[in-house]
């Protein structure tokens, strides 16, 4: 037991698994962000922030 886990632990796991799930949708989709979006039940302004906050684009 060398190191503690990070503050922001949840975080940190939460955005690795939101990023891999956008990037599969993406690719599922054809990059079509409108319809990936609707697969995630988010609005298509949130998936380009989201986009963006991972560095997907």
Same mark, same amino acid.
């Given at each position: 037991?060398?190191?503690?886990?990070?503050?922001?632990?949840?975080?940190?796991?939460?955005?690795?698994?939101?990023?891999?799930?956008?990037? #599969?949708?993406?690719?599922?989709? =054809?990059?079509?962000?409108? %319809?990936?979006?609707?697969?995630? =039940?988010? #609005?298509?302004?949130?998936? %380009?922030? %989201?986009?963006? %906050?991972?560095?997907?684009?």
């Amino acid at each position: 037991m060398g190191s503690t886990p990070p503050d922001n632990l949840h975080a940190v796991i939460t955005g690795e698994v939101e990023k891999a799930l956008i990037e #599969t949708v993406l690719a599922h989709t =054809g990059n079509n962000q409108s %319809r990936a979006a609707e697969i995630l =039940g988010m #609005t298509r302004t949130t998936l %380009r922030s %989201r986009i963006r %906050r991972y560095q997907l684009d």
